[in-house]
């Protein structure tokens, strides 16, 4: 076993660290022991949450396009707008009409309200499908006009995260906030303290886990000396909490971001999470932060007991900065390599920073028309819209010793590379007719134990599934469920369509097997044609009299 002090010197020697059990880490052939053990934080993938968008009519005590727009009064448009990329907005079940021009695919450009639970379930699904362990809620000065919205919001993400088996905690960002020194311990004791119950809320160290964001920065927004910073963070520590801290990139040092004698501040912090929005925009940024910042910080906090969670951010898109996921990537390996004990995202759905990792429409077909805005495939590498939750998914997998550490990024941009991508996964569906509620978006939910049902002697069936733009295809997979399904035979056809009207035939009407030996999924292949629109018609069934299917995969060469 390496002593402290003989692994602080290893690591300042650049010696590459491999997170897998934050108990008892495997690096580089040695074994190290972490500040704390695994829990809800440490050892884990943490997703900054705003959930700070709001539409006028959504109910929301705002009633306001809450930072939607510059002026919150009126509808975004080209001149009122401050957001940097365009969600994808179809699996939002609530949106909302702007002031933009329709996207240049032709649909009409809304958006959605933060305030919609089903918005917030459909982040937190998103957040379960895609590795992302833990959500770190914003929470800015509540005593203002955005309160009630703020403590809405609050119970949303709880509920979500209940619903979804993730963890959640609040994170205070202390910016602008005048009376911040008592008002952060009332908020605590009489609101958000409440939360804690909640078998959701993340704790660390049997301790539940409350963020703090903006002690020490060197500017006009974070003015507290460092005496009342730390009266809070010993404060919170007296109510059994344990204490994130979102620090400045230059904490350890007390220079550039960070105000001078403010080390005693950091170090009262359980973990440290310096801020690095702003600060690197490409891939040798990160080296140099790392061979300059993260390597000194890794080892100032092994050495005072202080669990390290650097930022990863994707990159502003409207800057051009994501490289297809490249710069994203070497920063995981980065901060994997130092042996972080777990690492921050920044920021889930922070689409006015533009670096979100949710959903984000992935070609100019997906944005308003005339807008300026960029799509993700802007440096001419088409990346599906969930690529940045793929790719962190990959990331927080690295962190746990899942895959090896490497320095080439594993996860594919659309398809290939990491392994094929279902282009139809969560997807916009449609259907001839379905039963109970046995609807079609169950055949894209990658849920194999749910399933679509027609109604019963009513052949033929459609199933369609919208791929969200035009791809080159040869290949569809078809499941039914495992679990006490027999075999059976279903006739089918596929066929593909560009503009959703005019359909040719891909495949001819074929009898299909489904074999419970087999895992009952059967796969189609033809030769590579392009389609948006993907059609299945069913015309009999040998086992029921209706079409069934539990996933209906697509993918291309």
Not at 53 to 68: R, V
Not at 244 to 250: L, S
Not at 296 to 321: K, T, W
Request: with cysteine; aromatic share 12%; charged share 15%.
């Amino acid at each position: 076993m390496l002593s402290r002090r003989k692994f602080i010197g290893s690591v300042l020697a650049g010696s590459a660290a491999v997170a897998a059990s934050r108990a008892g880490l495997a690096k580089a052939g040695n074994l190290i022991a972490a500040a704390s053990p695994v829990g809800d934080v440490v050892g884990k993938i943490t997703v900054g949450y705003q959930g700070w968008f709001a539409c006028s009519g959504d109910g929301a005590p705002i009633n306001a396009w809450w930072h939607w727009s510059q002026n919150w009064s009126q509808a975004p448009s080209p001149n009122n707008n401050v957001i940097k990329a365009w969600p994808d907005m179809r699996e939002y079940s609530n949106a909302y009409q702007t002031a933009y021009a329709n996207l240049n695919g032709g649909q009409p450009a809304t958006l959605f309200s933060s305030w919609a639970q089903q918005a917030v379930d459909t982040h937190f699904l998103w957040m379960q499908q895609y590795g992302c362990d833990t959500a770190a809620l914003q929470r800015f000065n509540p005593n203002g006009s955005e309160g009630a919205t703020r403590d809405g919001m609050a119970n949303k993400v709880r509920s979500s995260a209940e619903k979804y088996g993730r963890k959640f905690y609040i994170m205070y960002d202390v910016s602008g906030w005048t009376n911040m020194q008592s008002e952060i311990k009332a908020d605590w004791t009489n609101k958000m303290s409440q939360l804690t119950s909640s078998s959701a809320y993340a704790r660390q160290n049997g301790k539940p886990v409350v963020g703090i964001w903006g002690f020490g920065f060197n500017d006009a927004n974070h003015p507290w000396s460092a005496s009342a910073c730390l009266d809070v963070i010993n404060w919170f520590k007296g109510q059994n909490t344990y204490v994130m801290g979102g620090v400045p990139t230059w904490w350890r040092t007390g220079v550039s971001d960070s105000r001078a004698g403010y080390l005693d501040v950091y170090h009262a912090f359980n973990m440290i999470s310096p801020w690095m929005v702003g600060r690197i925009g490409n891939a040798g940024d990160s080296d140099y932060f790392y061979n300059n910042a993260n390597v000194g910080d890794q080892a100032d906090c092994n050495a005072n007991g202080i669990d390290y969670q650097p930022c990863v951010l994707p990159g502003d898109v409207s800057g051009r900065q994501r490289a297809h996921g490249d710069f994203m990537w070497r920063q995981f390996y980065n901060m994997v390599r130092v042996g972080a004990q777990g690492i921050y995202i920044s920021m889930f759905d922070e689409f006015n920073e533009g670096n979100q990792i949710a959903k984000t429409a992935e070609n100019a077909s997906m944005v308003p028309a005339g807008s300026g805005l960029l799509a993700l495939d802007e440096d001419g590498t088409p990346c599906s819209s969930d690529y940045y939750l793929r790719l962190t998914n990959d990331g927080g997998r690295m962190l746990k010793g899942q895959i090896a550490l490497t320095a080439t990024r594993p996860t594919a941009t659309t398809n290939g590379g990491g392994g094929p991508v279902n282009f139809a996964l969560r997807q916009s569906t449609s259907e001839s007719s379905h039963t109970q509620n046995y609807s079609s978006n169950n055949a894209v939910d990658g849920d194999p134990s749910t399933y679509w049902e027609s109604a019963n002697n009513a052949f033929p069936q459609r199933l369609t599934v919208d791929l969200g733009a035009t791809r080159n295809i040869n290949k569809v997979v078809l499941k039914l469920p495992t679990a006490n399904w027999g075999a059976r035979t279903q006739t089918l056809s596929v066929l593909g369509s560009t503009d959703g009207s005019n359909y040719g035939t891909i495949v001819g009407s074929t009898g299909v097997n489904f074999d419970p030996a087999s895992n009952n999924v059967a796969t189609l292949t033809f030769a590579t044609t392009s389609a948006r629109y993907v059609q299945l018609t069913f015309t009999a069934n040998t086992a029921w009299p209706a079409g069934q299917l539990s996933e209906f995969e697509i993918y291309g060469p």
